[in-house]
Structures are given as structure tokens and as C-alpha cells.
């Protein structure tokens, strides 16, 4: 009987011992997993900070996109303080110098009306910039929405959407745009809504392809078995793939709204007098080329400059992308 009990008290004894210890070896396992800490903003600014930093040293690895980078932050910062830069008013008329050459007191000369070229170029810089920018901005918000859907959705809206965007397409840029004119009529806010027409389908297209070849991967699928909804797809998953094609075609297409706007102020149907438009200047100085070249041949440069920088620095955003990715 002794025998017994006292294996009996050893038995409660090791069962309690093994009991209580149980949550102890958890608690202690627990403890040594590593926690996930969350990412603060000062390392997300940092981060952003790093991939801009990285992208001016790719621009400034070769010549030429080097040369087309400064070219526009030259003409952004022209733009951003224009007003400051200008000697002049920009409609301001100075009859005693109707006409006058390049020189100190006027460094483009004057044009027939005795305006100051540089003045006007100077200002005209912020409004053509910032005309084409935004409407290359709302263009590029747009056709990223309808590329992700048409490329996601697939089936009836993405043939339908498809082939509105075909017909568009179709038309050449220039003549497009003044269909649209002829409807809307020539304004500033007119040009505005023919841009996002005119590039909308491009850059929906573009988005469209990277898509279709980015849904069928394995990180898509495994959010929609999760649940996911479909913005959380599209916003999260999808949309961060399609940045490098993105980026470069948002540049490509802002040079080619610069061209646009001016062409069409060269035609009479965009910006209005008397707006220092650089395609206006242009054609407000043709008639009188033989006597006053500089006020044509001074906004036809900047124009020339500017397309040919924003191009340039369009193909290193490429070079750097393709090297990163």
C-alpha cells in the first residue's frame, strides 16, 4: 500500500509539473518569434527620395539624356519664374522700339507691335507647359482607368471600348483636334479637353497590353482566391506593374501635347490673342519675317528646344527603367 501511494503522489506530481509548464514552453516559443514592425513614413520618404535621386543619376549617365534633362528643368524653372525673369509686361507696347533687333535693352528685339520678344517667350513658356501638362496628366489618369479595366474585364467591354479607341485612331492627331475645335471652339479650356481625347486612347492601349500579360501571373490569382475586390487587384496589384511603361509613355506624350498646342495656335484655332502663345507668336511673326525674323525664329526655337529635351530625356527615363527592372 505505500508502494502504491507514493507512485500515485509521483504520478500528480509529474502531471502537474508537465501541466504547468506547457504554457510557459508556448509563452516562450511565442516570444521568440519575430514580430513584423510597420514600415514608418520616414523610411517611405527616404525611399522615394533614394528612387529619384537614382533616376537624375541614370538621366545624367549618358550625354544625351543629360542634355535633354537640363534642357527642361531649364525651361520648368523658366516657367515657374517667368514673372520674375521678365523685364517687360507681356502685352506691354513700347512704340519708340517698334521693330528693334536683339540687343541689351531688348535681348530677342522687338516684334512689329514693339513688344518685347523675350518677355513673351518667357511667359509663354509657363502657359504652354502648363497647358500641355495638365492635359497629358488627365490623359494619362484616364487612359490608365480604361486600359486596366478593358485589360482586366476582358469579354464585351474591352472589344467594344477597343474599337471606340480604334476609331479615334484612325484620325491623325492634328486633324482630330480640329474636328474637336470646330465643335468646342478655339479657348484654352477647348485645347484642354482635346488633348485628353486625342491621348487617351494611346496611353489606354499601352496599359491595356502590360495587363493582359501581368492577370494570369501567380500573385493576381492569389488575390482573387483570397477575395480581393477588384480596385485592390487592379490599384495594387496590377496598376504598379504597368509604371515603367507608364512613365516613359506620359513623357512621350507630353512632348507631343507641347507640339500640339503650339501647331494648333499656329493655326488660329488653339490659344488666343493676345496670349503669348509660342505657336501664335510664330504666326503673328510670319508676315513680317523678312523684316523682323527674330520675332519668329526666337518661339519657333523654344518650341524646336523643348520637344527635342523633353525626347531626350524621355529615352534615359527608358535606359533607367529597363536597368532597374
Known amino acids: 500500500m505505500t508502494w502504491y501511494r507514493n507512485a500515485g503522489t509521483r504520478f500528480l506530481l509529474n502531471s502537474r509539473v508537465s501541466i504547468s509548464s506547457e504554457p510557459l514552453s508556448s509563452n516562450s516559443q ?4 519575430p514580430q513584423r514592425e510597420p514600415i514608418s513614413t520616414s523610411s517611405q520618404a527616404a525611399n522615394r527620395t533614394n528612387r529619384i535621386i537614382s533616376l537624375f543619376r541614370g538621366l545624367y549617365a549618358k550625354p544625351s539624356s543629360a542634355i535633354g534633362t537640363t534642357i527642361f528643368l531649364i525651361f520648368l524653372a ?11 509686361g507681356v502685352n506691354e507696347q513700347i512704340v519708340a522700339d517698334v521693330r528693334q533687333p536683339p540687343s541689351l535693352q531688348h535681348w530677342f528685339g522687338t516684334d512689329n507691335l514693339g513688344r518685347d520678344v523675350f518677355t513673351r517667350v518667357v511667359i509663354g513658356a509657363r502657359d504652354i507647359l502648363a497647358l500641355a501638362g495638365l492635359g497629358t496628366l488627365l490623359a494619362v489618369v484616364c487612359g490608365t482607368a480604361f486600359g486596366l479595366l478593358s485589360g482586366y474585364m476582358g469579354a464585351w467591354f474591352d472589344e467594344g471600348l477597343m474599337r471606340l479607341f480604334d476609331s479615334l485612331l484612325a484620325m491623325p492627331a492634328l486633324l482630330l483636334s480640329l474636328l474637336l475645335l470646330g465643335i468646342l471652339g478655339p479657348s484654352r479650356s ?4 482635346v488633348i485628353v481625347i486625342v491621348y487617351t486612347p494611346i496611353v489606354a492601349r499601352v496599359v491595356r497590353s502590360v495587363v493582359l500579360s501581368v492577370k494570369t501571373r501567380g500573385f493576381v490569382e492569389a488575390s482573387r482566391l483570397q477575395g480581393e475586390s477588384m480596385p485592390y487587384i487592379l490599384f495594387r496589384e496590377i496598376l504598379p506593374s504597368t509604371l515603367p511603361a507608364l512613365t516613359v509613355e506620359s513623357a512621350l506624350r507630353f512632348s507631343y501635347a507641347i507640339f500640339l498646342v503650339a501647331s494648333l495656335g499656329f493655326l488660329g484655332v488653339g490659344v488666343q490673342p493676345p496670349n503669348p502663345d509660342w505657336g501664335l507668336m510664330v504666326k503673328e511673326a510670319r508676315i513680317h519675317v523678312f523684316q523682323i525674323p527674330w520675332a519668329m525664329y526666337f518661339p519657333a526655337g ?24
Request: glycine letters at 10%; charged letters at 15%; proline letters at 5%.
Open 30 to 33: 511565442s516570444s521568440k518569434e
Open 78 to 88: 523658366v516657367a515657374l519664374f517667368g514673372p520674375l525673369i521678365a523685364p517687360y
Open 190 to 193: 477647348s485645347v484642354l479637353i
Open 302 to 325: 523654344a518650341i524646336a528646344l523643348v520637344v527635342i529635351g523633353v525626347n531626350l530625356m524621355t529615352d534615359g527615363i527608358k535606359r533607367v527603367w529597363q536597368k532597374s527592372g
